[in-house]
């Protein structure tokens, strides 16, 4: 995983302070899933990678990404969590100006998509895009 | 080409850049219709496989045209990959051949597609946003 994802995770990680539980099945680490706990699932994507000038082996990258943030919820809640949790979310990443320590990303808005019945949960798709420049 | 004519008297001189602009229409054309049918292979070949069904059901159809409804999930046997890139690149062909005066767009009637896409389980999230980013990217530097 490029440190530029693994540093935009951290952020994410370190401002997360609803009581969905984090689960980083997409990142190597198993997750058992219970129909009693809600889940924050995390996945990021790369959409595009481009070198912007030449000589290449010099010029600067723009890495395009989209970021997964579903939300596995107990079934038959309704919405306001949803709400709440989304509400969150957006105060965390859309539109924002993000700076980690080596990265700055430029986040798109916040998109929320129509759920479906997932296993014992309720999926939420969320997504947002960002990019970043980088030298490598 | 560009051809250039000049009158007797040198003060009326023409040129004609219609031929030019014609050349430079084909070549964007054609550049487009590559762009996009390898678009949508990419979409096709990236689709989460079980039975098959959903990669079976992608169409490039016109701007306006009406949407396909989904064929019922019987077990197949499915329109092959192959199949199915073949039957939309022959629909990109015909609107390169217009000029692109009609829109186009990609199609999957699959009911479950959104899951495919955007589910947390997904074998491959977000293949659709990506291959649209792809093409978009390699549209906006077409020269």
Excluded: C
């Amino acid at each position: 995983m490029l440190l530029l994802e693994r540093e935009i995770l951290g952020h994410l990680s370190d401002n997360w302070t609803q009581s969905p539980v984090i689960s980083w099945a997409n990142f190597n680490v198993s997750v058992n899933y219970s129909s009693d706990i809600e889940y924050l699932v995390p996945f990021l994507r790369n959409l595009d990678s481009q070198i912007l000038e030449t000589p290449a082996s010099t010029g600067a990258v723009r890495r395009d990404y989209a970021m997964g943030l579903n939300l596995l919820l107990k079934e038959n809640t309704g919405t306001s969590a949803v709400n709440s949790y989304v509400e969150v979310l957006k105060n965390l990443f859309s539109k924002k100006d993000i700076s980690t320590a080596n990265y700055s990303y430029s986040f798109s808005p916040l998109e929320v998509g129509p759920g479906f019945g997932q296993g014992p949960h309720f999926e939420i798709p969320i997504s947002v895009e960002f990019y970043v420049y980088s030298s490598d | 080409m560009i051809t250039r004519k000049t009158g007797k008297s040198r003060k009326n001189v023409q040129v004609d850049f219609s031929k030019a602009f014609e050349g430079l229409k084909k070549k964007l054309y054609s550049d487009t219709a590559k762009i996009i049918q390898e678009g949508f292979s990419d979409i096709v070949i990236d689709t989460p496989i079980d039975t098959g069904y959903a990669k079976s059901n992608w169409f490039v159809l016109f701007g306006d045209s009406p949407g396909i409804s989904a064929p019922s999930k019987d077990g197949g046997p499915y329109r092959s990959e192959g199949q199915v890139i073949d039957d939309g690149s022959g629909i990109i062909k015909i609107l390169k051949k217009n000029g692109f005066k009609e829109g186009l767009r990609f199609y999957n009637p699959t009911p479950y597609m959104g899951m495919l896409e955007y589910g947390h389980s997904s074998q491959n999230q977000f293949f659709i946003r990506r291959s649209v980013k792809k093409m978009a990217n390699k549209i906006s530097s077409i020269r």
